[in-house]
């Protein structure tokens, strides 16, 4: 009997250790499958990449049903370069769309101001490519100045709201040498851009540039100074200035910097607001959840929430669940 019951243990061990390996079999049968057929990011027939850009509805390009009003974009075919994804106007480039961080990354090629327009006094407009587009410049940037003796300010309408300064960031670079004939002005390894021949500022809040104001601090001869080391003014992506190379190739005196230096990637968030209902008044940076009729209309898969804030709608997937939420099944457990 002994014999016999270890027989049957042994039996039933057997069988569950079977059941065991068809279940991991099954289970990876399944993952595979997903694997190979990955969840579709836009809508069918739709084009969901530019270039190496992936874009996943509500943007688009190409026919009206393929993107959501007011988040078309253009994938630019015609040069010789690979196929480009362009924003707005044309002068900004799409890196990257998340759907989850409701951001654009975008890359803005040269500096915003003319170095060699810099004589005087200059107020730049700035923010055309994207606030007239609908977007909004993300507090992940950050106001950057290279050059002597000059303050740079980043400004808004002053009719944006109550208790605004008009000024979104701003700083000053100063140039103390006396010896001109040197290599470079770049600052020591390891130090933070504070002020000498270029400085840093960053952007507090989620904003609306309309220009920047570029005023000299000396009364000095500028085409001096100009000639010695250009002035670069850039809103860029917080981060992307400390590189300690592409700082050396933008403060040399010796050269012009490459094009590829002055690649400059920024942030933008963008929102639904076309077809949907109007934006409720809430205060700056701040959102709310959105009314049932709004949700519906707009965050197509199941386990997704929406909510609303000053720039417009966004949805997401809930917790667990991952992909777009603006298709039918778009979010996947």
Same mark, same amino acid.
């Given at each position: 009997?002994?014999?016999?019951?270890?027989?049957?243990?042994?039996?039933?061990?057997?069988?569950?250790?079977?059941?065991?390996?068809?279940?991991?079999?099954?289970?990876?049968?399944?993952?595979?499958?997903?694997?190979?057929?990955?969840?579709?990011?836009?809508?069918?027939?739709?084009?969901?990449?530019?270039?190496?850009?992936?874009?996943?509805?509500?943007?688009?390009?190409?026919?009206?049903?393929?993107? %959501?009003?007011?988040?078309?974009?253009?994938?630019?075919?015609?040069?010789?370069?690979?196929?480009?994804?362009?924003?707005?106007?044309?002068?900004?480039?799409?890196?990257?769309?998340?759907?989850?961080?409701?951001?654009?990354?975008?890359?803005?090629?040269?500096?915003?101001?003319?170095?060699?327009?810099?004589?005087?006094?200059?107020?730049?407009?700035?923010?055309?490519?994207?606030?007239?587009?609908?977007?909004?410049?993300?507090?992940?940037?950050?106001?950057?100045?290279?050059?002597?003796?000059?303050?740079?300010?980043?400004?808004?309408?002053?009719?944006?709201?109550?208790?605004?300064?008009?000024?979104?960031?701003?700083?000053?670079?100063?140039?103390?040498?006396?010896?001109?004939?040197?290599?470079?002005?770049?600052?020591?390894?390891?130090?933070?851009?504070?002020?000498?021949?270029?400085?840093?500022?960053?952007?507090?809040?989620?904003?609306?540039?309309?220009?920047?104001?570029?005023? %000299?601090? $000396?009364?000095?001869?500028?085409?001096?100074?100009?000639?010695?080391?250009?002035?670069?003014?850039?809103?860029?992506?917080?981060? %992307?200035?400390?590189?300690?190379?592409?700082?050396?190739?933008?403060?040399?005196?010796?050269?012009?910097?490459?094009?590829?230096?002055?690649?400059?990637?920024?942030?933008?968030? %963008?929102?639904?607001?076309?077809?949907?209902?109007?934006?409720?008044?809430?205060?700056?940076?701040?959102?709310?959840?959105?009314?049932?009729?709004?949700?519906?209309?707009?965050?197509?898969? $199941?386990?997704?929430?929406?909510?609303?804030?000053?720039?417009?709608?966004?949805?997401?997937?809930?917790?667990?669940?991952?992909?777009?939420?603006?298709?039918?099944?778009?979010?996947?457990?």
């Amino acid at each position: 009997r002994v014999i016999s019951s270890r027989q049957e243990n042994n039996t039933r061990s057997m069988a569950i250790a079977s059941a065991a390996v068809v279940l991991v079999l099954a289970f990876a049968a399944a993952a595979a499958a997903a694997a190979e057929s990955p969840a579709p990011i836009g809508l069918a027939g739709c084009s969901t990449s530019c270039g190496d850009v992936s874009v996943p509805y509500p943007f688009g390009f190409g026919p009206p049903r393929c993107y %959501w009003p007011g988040l078309n974009l253009t994938c630019d075919t015609s040069g010789p370069q690979p196929p480009r994804l362009l924003l707005g106007d044309g002068t900004l480039r799409v890196a990257a769309i998340s759907l989850r961080n409701a951001t654009v990354r975008v890359v803005r090629a040269g500096s915003i101001v003319d170095s060699a327009s810099v004589t005087s006094d200059r107020n730049v407009s700035f923010g055309g490519g994207f606030v007239d587009a609908g977007y909004m410049l993300s507090n992940g940037n950050e106001l950057v100045l290279s050059g002597c003796n000059l303050l740079a300010t980043l400004v808004e309408d002053l009719r944006v709201g109550p208790g605004r300064s008009g000024i979104i960031s701003g700083c000053a670079s100063f140039c103390s040498f006396r010896n001109k004939k040197v290599d470079s002005v770049g600052q020591l390894a390891g130090k933070y851009c504070s002020g000498m021949a270029c400085c840093q500022a960053p952007i507090n809040y989620h904003s609306s540039p309309t220009g920047v104001h570029l005023r %000299w601090l $000396d009364a000095g001869n500028h085409s001096e100074a100009l000639t010695f080391l250009p002035t670069y003014v850039f809103v860029a992506e917080e981060g %992307w200035f400390d590189r300690r190379p592409l700082a050396d190739e933008l403060l040399s005196v010796k050269q012009s910097p490459s094009e590829a230096a002055l690649e400059v990637p920024l942030v933008l968030l %963008w929102g639904v607001k076309q077809g949907l209902p109007p934006l409720p008044s809430l205060t700056a940076n701040t959102s709310t959840a959105c009314s049932d009729d709004a949700h519906r209309r707009l965050c197509k898969s $199941d386990h997704s929430v929406c909510a609303v804030g000053n720039l417009g709608y966004t949805c997401q997937c809930q917790g667990g669940y991952d992909g777009n939420p603006y298709l039918t099944h778009g979010c996947q457990g």
